[in-house]
């Protein structure tokens, strides 16, 4: 079992940047595919950006390329976000998710989910 708490987000004007992290408890964390989804108001949950159990493989979606990066630290269990030029668009409750497997793109593939952390970008 795996629990994900997510933290980092908050208000921020177009252009500025934030970064989110994800804490995972349990042994296995350094095992698992993380993963970033967001979801805003009315809207379907989508992919961010996944990174692999070690760090070696990343994949992400088109709308970040360029402005978010994924990094990981197994020793401390941590996954994280750092999102720059942010535009109104990435507003958001944001989720980290883990899964046991290669990294995917598809929300129902994640068994674990953190309770998100909301991104507001101002214009």
């Known amino acids: 079992q795996v629990q994900l708490v997510e933290s980092g987000g908050g208000l921020v004007q177009a252009g500025g940047s934030l970064r989110l992290s994800c804490a995972a408890s349990g042994r296995t964390f350094s095992s698992y595919t993380m993963g970033w989804f967001r979801q805003a108001p009315g809207k379907e949950r989508k992919f961010v950006v996944a990174?692999?159990?070690?760090?070696?493989?990343?994949y992400y979606a088109d709308s970040v390329k360029g402005r978010f990066t994924i990094s990981r630290d197994n020793a401390k269990s941590t996954v994280y976000l750092q999102m720059n030029s942010l535009k109104p668009e990435d507003t958001a409750v944001y989720y980290c998710a883990g899964r046991l497997g290669v990294v995917t793109t598809t929300p129902t593939l994640y068994d674990y989910w953190g309770h998100g952390t909301q991104v507001t970008v101002s214009s």
């Open positions: 990174i692999s159990w070690n760090g070696g493989s990343t």
